[in-house]
């Protein structure tokens, strides 16, 4: 898992692990709010390296309002570039920031 197509391996796990953790989402919000939309939820990514990026993606084009954190400023950066209108959350304001669900993608986290 995780070696690359070339020496025999599966490649890349992240993307299959951001959907599964997307479709995870929709099933919880289903039970919470009675619909598996996450259309218009504020939704906080903490981490937004190679699992976070993926989650990113599929949250925004859900219709989420998508807030991430990260301690790597480039990290975040290159997340607001490709997702327009994804919103920062300095790291030291993450349990003060409002919102619904909440996805912690960080090593660690």
């Known amino acids: 898992t995780g070696v690359p197509e070339y020496m025999g391996g599966s490649g890349d796990p992240s993307p299959f692990t951001a959907y ?6 929709k099933a919880c ?3 919470v ?19 976070g990026q993926y989650l990113v993606g599929h949250l925004v084009e859900a219709g989420a309002r998508v807030m991430i954190s990260d301690i790597a400023e480039e990290k975040l950066k290159q997340t607001q570039q490709k997702f327009s209108g994804v919103e920062v959350v300095p ?7 409002e919102m619904d669900v909440y996805a912690p993608c960080a090593l660690g986290a």
């Open 20 to 25: 599964g953790v997307f479709v995870g989402m």
């Open 29 to 31: 919000a289903n039970k």
């Open 33 to 51: 709010w009675g619909s598996d939309s996450l259309a218009g939820k504020r939704v906080l990514v903490q981490g937004v390296g190679h699992v």
């Open 91 to 97: 790291g030291d304001q993450i349990f003060d920031t």
